[in-house]
């Protein structure tokens, strides 16, 4: 019926052994007591997703996604037969030293799980805090292929997909426009090195020549040196891996004529905002026609007004259907093991995801929980399929586009496995 996990469990095991024998196997640590103890009875969330600081458009979708899936389960008549409580709430900020006070805040309260980071780099500032409080961290939204084989005890689990499947649907968006000489350029964290080298080899196995890879500091004032390399390179197409910053690369790339109306220009998850053209020239909104990227699917019509009935005032929904699926299979996961202990749940997390009876709900899942079924749950953001690593196998990617009003519209998808 389930498929083993063999390694996550081990792993799960050699984990417990060690906190236990840091602890002198006594009850310090998690909410109800101490690990592998069984659990109080009560999932405990909490979160550390972005409120402020550059990615707090990010934030909002993800914080309501969270608040939904916590009310809906609750609707749903809970989790082991108790309603999830509010979920503790802290910034992850934009900043490392942020990001590690808000996961300790949230750890001090006992929670069983933690939402977040945002942000690949914050979650690497965090995650072995999390893991080694042996608690489980699920994230949204980071896709830094160094998550794959993190040594996290098992413990963190990410909805969206490796920035190496994004880099390949990217790399086929760029092809199929007919583009053979490719610069990109990408901010100097884990998350703009990782898509610049996965996206780098992608292009070249496409048959594409790839003229310049160049990172930049996000938090530079100026970026008229970045340019000017781009002009020396002569490439036909752009690719630029940033956040909000990028607003103002774009903005120097159109001033030194390697913009949207003078090549193409494409962008990755990070550039797909609702605000950018506006960010980019508020008198021209147009300024970006024609750009393009991918970025993991939020195109989920059903969902989305889900979202916009419960939180009428959110503009941006990106990630918002992977964090409502990272509360959904911790939750399922809690009822499969019937037990809150992380270290105990943490290994369904895998399996409700595959290899079971498909259902699309908490409520639909948990009926076929209760009379003894394998599930395989398929979340609101498509399919997830998890590995033994913790992520989805195959990454559906919405291609937006930004018109000559400046609306954000998607174009098509691509699918891509890691198989």
Known sequence: MRAPAMRRSAVLLSAIALVLTACGGGGAGRGGGGIGDGGDGVLNLGYVLPETGQLASLGAPQIESVKLAIEEINDAGGVLGQPIPEAVSTDEGGQPEVAVRSAGEVLSRGVDAVIGAAASSMSLAIIDNVTGSGVVQCSASNTAATF??????????????SDNLQAAALSKVITGDGHERVA?????????????ESTTKALESSGATVVLGETYAPESESFDQLTRKLRDADPD??????FEEGAKVLQ???EAGVGPR????????GLRNTELPEMVSADDRG???????????????????????FAPDLREIQFAPQAYDCVTIIALAVEAAQSDDPTVFAAEINRVTRDGEKCTSFAECKKLLDRGEDIDYDGVSGPLEFTEQGEPDKGVF???AYDESGELQVVGTREESSN
């Open 237 to 242: 197409a752009v690719v630029v891996v940033a």
């Open 252 to 254: 120097a790339m159109i």
């Open 148 to 161: 794959t084989d993190y040594p996290d005890s098992g413990l963190y689990f990410r909805t969206a997909p």
């Open 287 to 309: 300024a970006l026609a024609g750009m393009k990227g991918t970025a993991p699917t939020a195109d989920n019509d059903e969902y989305r007004e889900r979202l916009r009935k």
């Open 262 to 269: 003078d090549l193409g220009v494409y962008g990755a998850d």
């Open 398 to 400: 919405d291609v937006y």
């Open 184 to 196: 990109v350029v990408a901010r100097d964290d884990d998350y703009g090195r990782g898509l610049l």
